[in-house]
Structures are given as C-alpha cells and as structure tokens.
C-alpha cells in the first residue's frame, strides 16, 4: 500500500503526527552533530591539559584557550583564565561553567518529551474519531449484513493513527535515552577532570601573572613635573587664604570731631 494512501486513510489526526515527527527529526538530527563534535579527541584535550599543568599552567592555560570551541575546553579554562590565587574562586569556576555546559547538552530534551507523550496521545484520538466514523450509522439490525462488510475495514484504517503515533514516540525515545547517556557520560569526565585539575592546582598554584599595561598612565617624568607644579599653586593658594591685612597706621585714621 502507497504511504500517501496509508496518510490520508488515517484521518484527520496524521497532520498534527506529521508535524510532531518533523519536530524531532529536526532535533535529533541537531542534537547528533553536536554529540558528534563534541566527543571527537575529548579524552586527547583532557589528558594533554592535564598533562601540562603538571609541569607549566601557563601552557595548560594555553591549550585550554585554544580548545574553547568544544565544551571540555571551556571547563578546563573557566578557573585558568584568573590570575588570583584562590582554590574557592578556582572551584566555583569549575561548577558554574560545568552547569552552563551541561544546560546546553540537555537542549532539545524538552521538545523530544514533548513528541514522546503527545504522539501515542495522537495516535489514539485518530483511532476513536475513526471507529466512530465507521461505527456511527451502524445498528443493531445491520449485523450480519451487507451493510456490516466494510466496519472491518474502517476499524482496520483507524488504527493506522495509532501505529503511526506509536512509530514516531518509539523512535524518538530511543534518541532521547541515547542523548540522556551521553550527558550522563560528559557529567563523569567533568567530574573527574575538576577534580584533578584541582588537585594539581591545590599542590602547585599557578605562579604566572601578566602585567597589563595601562593606557592611561603617564610617564613618571611629567606625572612628578605635573604634580610637582600642582603643588606649588596648592601651596601659593593656601598663603593667599591664610595671610591676614595689616591694620592702617594710626596717623591716616580719621580724628574724632566734637559735635
């Protein structure tokens, strides 16, 4: 039997199946080259980082820097890319770059439960508004009859709604575990990766530090000519402030006149 007569015989309710199975095909098609990115040389980034803080974290830092487009990379260089020596600033990088990456790695989750429950749901209301088509102007009186040879055949086109539901929640549950595992898998390698990474940071702190140049700064030279002359005009303005007018001599003061 053609698909498109096997559609169309199944009712009203194929459309909205139809569109539920081209939202998760779409998902799971975006979610399998993202997983297929992400795991490629994820153990080689790790130990290679690793490896190198061991002896120098500002090669380690590097290599995590380069390797921020894959999310591994972005964990590792969260607590590398602070100079300060700190283990709680160090930790509390780690976790809150671990919850945006792993947020991430769950999208999409939503929709694919969205499909799982809806699609059976759908499948089902077609199946009913089927046997109701078929059944609807049958009675009691028909049985037996003519009029009785076609039901089978209208029960028989209003399941094709339910096994078309159940295909689509079928296989898209079958992605949706697969992609559950693999989050589960990456929440191990952060996990283990942190916790050695901190390790090694607790027993060698970095020492680097970079000393960026600030645009604004003067030379030392006119910086001290500058405040030198600053303080001449504080000075000369303070003398101005504090000194007090002589009194006039008593000979230019006006004599009294009896009145």
Same mark, same amino acid.
Do not use: C
């Given at each position: 039997?053609?698909?498109?007569?096997?559609?169309?015989? =199944? !009712?009203?309710?194929?459309?909205?199946?139809?569109?539920?199975?081209?939202?998760?095909?779409?998902?799971?098609?975006?979610?399998?080259?993202?997983?297929?990115?992400?795991?490629?040389?994820?153990?080689?980034?790790?130990?290679?980082?690793?490896?190198?803080?061991?002896?120098?974290? !500002?090669?380690?830092?590097?290599?995590?820097?380069?390797?921020?487009?894959?999310?591994i990379g972005r964990f590792l260089y969260a607590p590398l890319r602070f100079l300060k020596n700190d283990p709680e600033t160090f930790r509390l990088a780690l976790e809150a770059t671990a919850e945006d990456e792993l947020a991430?790695?769950?999208? =999409?989750?939503?929709?694919?439960?969205?499909?799982?429950?809806l699609a059976p749901l759908l499948g089902l209301l077609g199946t009913v508004l089927g046997l109701i088509r078929s059944l609807g102007d049958l009675r009691i009186g028909d049985l037996g009859t003519e009029a009785t040879a076609?039901?089978?055949? =209208?029960? =028989?086109?209003?399941?094709?709604?339910?096994?078309?539901?159940?295909?689509?929640?079928?296989?898209?549950?079958?992605?949706?575990?697969?992609?559950?595992?693999?989050?589960?898998?990456?929440?191990?390698?952060?996990?283990?990766? !942190?916790?050695?990474?901190?390790?090694?940071?607790?027993?060698?702190?970095?020492?680097?530090?970079?000393?960026?140049?600030?645009?604004?700064?003067?030379?030392?030279?006119?910086?001290?000519?500058?405040?030198?002359?600053?303080?001449?005009?504080?000075?000369?303005?303070?003398?101005?402030?504090?000194?007090?007018?002589?009194?006039?001599?008593?000979?230019?003061?006006?004599?009294?006149?009896?009145?």
């Open positions: 039997m053609d698909i498109l007569d096997l559609f169309k015989k =199944g !009712g009203p309710a194929m459309w909205p199946l139809l569109a539920l199975s081209i939202l998760s095909l779409s998902v799971i098609f975006e979610r399998l080259w993202f997983w297929l990115r992400i795991l490629n040389q994820e153990k080689q980034i790790v130990e290679r980082i690793l490896d190198a803080a061991q002896t120098d974290w !500002g090669t380690a830092r590097e290599l995590a820097k380069r390797r921020t487009d894959r999310p991430e790695m769950r999208r =999409g989750e939503k929709m694919l439960e969205a499909v799982i429950a076609n039901v089978p055949a =209208g029960i =028989g086109q209003a399941l094709i709604s339910t096994a078309f539901g159940l295909i689509v929640a079928t296989s898209t549950l079958v992605f949706y575990r697969l992609f559950q595992g693999l989050v589960v898998n990456q929440i191990k390698i952060f996990h283990k990766a !942190g916790n050695e990474l901190e390790l090694l940071y607790r027993l060698s702190p970095p020492n680097y530090t970079e000393v960026t140049p600030d645009p604004l700064a003067l030379p030392q030279s006119i910086f001290r000519d500058s405040q030198d002359s600053a303080n001449s005009q504080r000075r000369k303005g303070r003398g101005r402030l504090t000194e007090t007018p002589e009194p006039p001599p008593e000979s230019d003061l006006p004599e009294p006149t009896d009145s």
